[in-house]
């Protein structure tokens, strides 16, 4: 009696209202028993110590039976006997024992006498309460270093997560011990046996083991483990994505953020002055791709647009590049050809890191050298809680370019100079309040200064023998200096909760364009004769003057006594965008029987102002001396312009100009209607409120995932502008209009094994139109017929998108994918020229207007293939050859209303839309030196609808080839040397067919050479 009494008071002490009534039954009838029958012992009364590893369940249940009276029954055919269990004691008793295998085989135990009752449980946790959390970072055993996209998961079950770019996961668990394990490609798989706490976190550090041999001719570096990183982010993604990890960057020669994503599959690139500046994502205009930092959206410098020049951006800045080419309902749905998202660094380690490079080129074209140096502190203190990082690098070049261009029967030659400078500064605080909130404040700071200088001679024959023409010869010289910068402020927490997570954050980020000074000279001389020969030589044509062939050779027209001052313009320009934003997550992990879900939704708000100011004078000379171009002409020319086909004299000093224009003001007059015309039709203002909130369910049973929901995004927009007829008459002007879409998504994500992943996605997304064409301004010159309107009830382009796409992982790092894609585009925008009478003062009058409107639909359909591996697999010392390549094909239909024939339809490609597009690279090693050659290729695409087809613009094809070479001192220490433009490879742009140039731009080649080291 006092053995059932001592288990009555332990079974109160529990709480078991169930226990304490079933052992009350038992103990009444115990005594209603024959004096002779025994009673059996409680389980929570009976001490044991039991300590295995790796042993089966049915060698534990022998061992139990071998030491204590109690027997298992059970039924084998359910029971997995064979399931492995690894217990580290000391238990209580063997209660608490068989409550421990309870919850690692899932199974429940019953006690009734001697007799120990097991079946299977439910795969389901017992209760809400009894959950735990297991959180922390996978790192690299060796170097210290994270790593992102590695599986974590409850080993038996298809409960898991995968670790994000910082190396951090959360995963919830069953309260009590569990297996939990880890793999990554190229490093052998970790589990580790834990004690999760019911309703509480434990966090812990994995340390991954290198998988990958050390190769006789090859030393291991950063460049395989870059790789690595963005190959499991790769394959452990929900979405169709590409990575591009900081490590991967630091492979090409690529100085700025939009010339690495050139290497990604489907991206290509518009250029500037030689360098990358727009992103184009499977075949799409610039517009059409979303750019954000750290999940959120930054604004645009430029004052007409909506995408942003990611030359701004320093490659060196980032922890890595995400492209996601499928949406998911938690991110922004104004991505049709995909998003983009500039990753910045966080602290990572207790000890103090410091990663720093400094190099140096040059520049063969502008003759001067180009350097950049780099800076990046980090550290964690207080036992790993706050993490602060600090980056900072600074690039100067001095660049240039000789370019020819043709408009109609004119030629002109443009010859530039430019000093560009980039700095970026980056800051990441973040503090582990504990195992389950945390806080973190991120900045950034990029500042892009270009100074150009550009001299032009333009040719301008009398081609029609008109006698109210002249042959003349004008002079052009532009000095401006552009500034931007971009900034942006996250605050945010995140915080694990029983039963949910949580997730919120505010930011603040603006992009200002400031040009403080734009100056344009021109001068102009008439001469005798002047033609311009296109068709005999169409690369570079023949200038005959004063019937004087390839008169570039003579003084003819270099003379600068000739040029008499025609009139200069003095301007500046500011444009402002800012964002406002706010937005929450909430997660709430499920069971859908076997299945392992996540239920997530959440909101946000974006308040955007964007703002347009401009100043421009024109002055004309009214001063009784003559005033030719050698009295203010001066500094630096082109002595070999084109490799000397074409010469040229000094062009006119902005500085020598502007000191003898404040020196002599009374001789210059101001017009004042151009100026109020052009300020007034340019400036404007505009606010656009972005309200979106969206639920979303992710599934994963077995080897299956599915992700589905749908997102809703209202949009509210209003303009300011101003309407100018005629160079006269100014109105002012307001538009604005709403609008909302509801965007599903579904993607599917089929494991057919560890390393072969076979995808599809259907989402709905659209992209907003450009802030230059939904102003609601016009631009109206009656005497010439002709005007430009905007048109502020210009619809969104809106899309279905279907991707299907396969990939297949390699032990020796490496990817071979391929898939294809298909997109459905609604109110797709496009250019219309068309006659009116409808608009102010016009009398009846026809003009002929431009204006941006919405065509019908556009279908794009594409493939691409993507291989990159290190064939460490050959024989001897090809062990050390390694290839990247991927390859992309676009075509495209466009539907709008015909440009001949306003009654009928016509069909185009997309703006923007290249057929071809691709890269190869083939890289060797041997020893501690690595080389590399790479090409990246971009197909024609149409820049610019006409009139009518044989007026469209087309930028040509183009191939550019770099080299790179590495060597590795120590894994910390690497001298590097890079190669960029070998083959001179112009930027070219003909007019309908191929034969008709309209300009040809050339760069030459460019070097850097310098040092990497990590302390």
Request: glycine residues 8%.
């Amino acid at each position: 009696m006092a053995t059932h009494l001592q288990a009555l008071r332990h079974a109160a002490s529990r709480g078991w209202r169930p226990v304490l009534a079933g052992l009350l039954l038992s103990w009444l009838t115990l005594h209603a028993l024959p004096a002779g029958a025994a009673a059996a012992q409680d389980i929570y009364q009976v001490r044991i110590q039991v300590d295995v590893q790796n042993t089966s369940l049915k060698e534990l249940f022998t061992i139990i039976e071998d030491r204590t009276d109690f027997t298992f029954t059970y039924s084998s055919r359910r029971i997995d006997l064979a399931r492995r269990l690894t217990l580290h004691g000391p238990y209580q008793n063997l209660g608490v024992l068989l409550e421990v295998v309870a919850a690692q085989a899932n199974l429940q135990i019953k006690q009734l006498d001697e007799q120990l009752l097991v079946k299977a449980a439910p795969i389901a946790l017992p209760r809400a309460a009894r959950v735990g959390v297991v959180r922390g970072r996978v790192l690299d055993d060796q170097l210290k270093t994270v790593l992102p996209g590695a599986t974590v998961y409850q080993k038996g079950t298809s409960n898991g997560t995968t670790t994000d770019v910082n190396g951090e996961f959360m995963l919830r668990v069953p309260a009590g011990e569990a297996e939990v394990e880890v793999t990554y490609i190229g490093y052998r798989t970790y589990s580790e046996m834990v004690t999760v706490p019911e309703d509480g976190a434990i966090e812990l550090n994995f340390k991954m083991v290198s998988d990958i041999t050390q190769l006789q001719f090859v030393t291991i570096t950063g460049v395989l483990q870059g790789q690595q990183r963005a190959l499991n982010q790769q394959k452990t993604a929900d979405n169709i994505r590409n990575v591009v990890s900081a490590d991967q960057i630091g492979r090409f020669p690529d100085p700025n953020v939009a010339e690495a994503l050139q290497r990604v599959p489907a991206v290509n690139i518009e250029r500037d002055q030689g360098e990358g500046r727009y992103v184009l994502v499977r075949g799409l205009a610039p517009q059409f791709t979303n750019i954000s930092i750290n999940g959120e959206q930054i604004p645009s410098p430029e004052a007409g647009v909506r995408y942003v020049a990611l030359d701004a951006v320093p490659a060196d800045q980032l922890a890595s590049i995400e492209v996601s080419k499928a949406i998911t309902p938690d991110m922004d749905g104004d991505a049709i050809g995909g998003s983009v998202n500039l990753v910045t660094r966080t602290a990572q380690s207790e000890e103090l890191n410091i990663s720093s490079s400094a190099l140096a080129g040059y520049n063969n074209i502008s003759g001067k050298t180009n350097f950049q140096g780099s800076l990046e502190l980090s550290r964690r203190f207080l036992g790993n809680k706050l993490g602060v990082m600090l980056n900072g690098s600074y690039y100067a070049t001095e660049r240039g370019s000789e370019d020819w261009e043709r408009d109609g029967n004119d030629l002109e030659l443009r010859d530039y100079a430019l000093s560009r400078t980039r700095t970026g500064l980056s800051s990441t605080i973040d503090y582990n309040v504990n195992e389950q909130h945390s806080l973190y404040f991120r900045t950034l700071y990029n500042r892009f200064t270009d100074r150009e200088v550009r001299g032009r001679y333009i040719f301008v024959p009398n081609a029609d023998d008109s006698p109210f023409e002249d042959n003349a010869i004008e002079r052009l010289t532009k000095d401006r200096l552009e500034k931007q910068y971009v900034v942006s402020y996250n605050l945010g927490a995140k915080h694990t909760f029983t039963g949910f997570n949580l997730d919120y954050e505010a930011s603040f980020s603006e992009a200002i364009q400031d040009t403080p000074f734009d100056i344009e000279v021109g001068s102009v001389s008439e001469v005798d004769q002047l033609s311009i020969d296109f068709d005999s030589d169409p690369d570079f044509p023949t200038i005959t003057l004063n019937d004087q062939p390839n008169a570039q050779r003579t003084n003819a027209y270099l003379d600068n006594t000739r040029y008499a001052f025609d009139e200069v313009t003095m301007g500046n320009t500011y444009a402002k965008d800012r964002n406002k934003t706010a937005k929450f997550n909430v997660g709430v992990p499920y069971k859908a029987g076997e299945s392992d879900g996540l239920l997530k939704f959440g909101g946000k708000v974006r308040l955007k102002e964007k703002s347009y100011e401009i100043t421009e004078n024109v002055f004309g000379y009214t001063g009784a001396n003559d005033l030719t171009l050698d009295q203010y002409s001066g500094g630096d020319y082109n002595k070999k312009f084109l490799d000397g086909r074409y010469n040229m004299n000094p062009h006119a000093d902005s500085e020598k100009f502007v000191r003898f224009f404040n020196n002599n003001r009374q001789d210059f007059e101001l017009s004042v209607d151009d100026k109020l015309a052009t300020e007034a039709a340019e400036a404007y203002t505009a606010s656009e409120d972005v309200y979106a909130g969206y639920v979303m369910t992710r599934i994963q049973r077995d080897k299956l995932m599915l992700l589905g929901g749908v997102r809703y995004e209202y949009t509210d927009v209003s303009y300011t502008s101003f309407n100018v007829i005629n160079e006269e008459e100014i109105l002012p002007e307001k538009g604005g209009r709403n609008y909302g879409f509801l965007l599903p998504q579904l993607h599917v994500k089929y494991k057919l094994n560890e390393d072969l992943n076979l995808r599809a996605a259907i989402t709905r997304s659209y992209a907003r139109p450009n802030f230059s064409d939904i102003v609601p301004a016009q631009e109206i010159n009656i005497n010439e017929g002709e005007g430009t309107i905007g048109n502020s009830k210009l619809k969104p382009v809106s899309a279905t998108n279907v991707d299907v796409l396969a990939e297949k992982y390699f032990g020796t790092v490496g990817i071979l994918s391929g898939g294809v894609f298909y997109k459905k585009l609604g109110d797709f925008i496009f250019s219309r020229n068309f006659d009116s009478n409808v608009y102010p003062g016009s009398q009846g009058e026809m003009i002929r207007l431009t204006q941006a409107q919405n065509g019908e639909s556009a279908d794009l359909f594409g493939f691409e293939v993507a291989y990159q591996q290190n064939l460490t697999f050959l024989p001897g010392v090809l062990k050390g050859l390694s290839v990247y390549a991927n390859y992309t094909m676009t075509s495209s239909n466009a539907r709008i209303q015909s440009r001949e024939n306003p009654e009928d339809k016509e069909e185009i490609r997309l703006p923007g839309q290249a057929r071809h597009m691709g890269n190869l690279s083939l890289a060797y090693a041997l020893g501690r030196v690595n080389v590399r050659l790479s090409g990246n290729f971009n197909g024609e695409y149409i820049s610019e609808i006409g009139g009518d087809a044989s007026e469209d613009l087309y930028v040509k094809d183009r191939l550019q080839l770099d080299a790179t070479a590495t060597v590795t001192i120590t894994p910390r220490i690497r001298f590097f040397a890079e190669f960029l433009n070998l083959t001179n490879q112009p930027f070219e742009v003909y007019q309908g067919n191929e034969s008709h140039y309209i300009q040809r731009e050339f760069y030459s080649w460019w070097t850097r050479a310098g040092v990497k080291f990590d302390l």
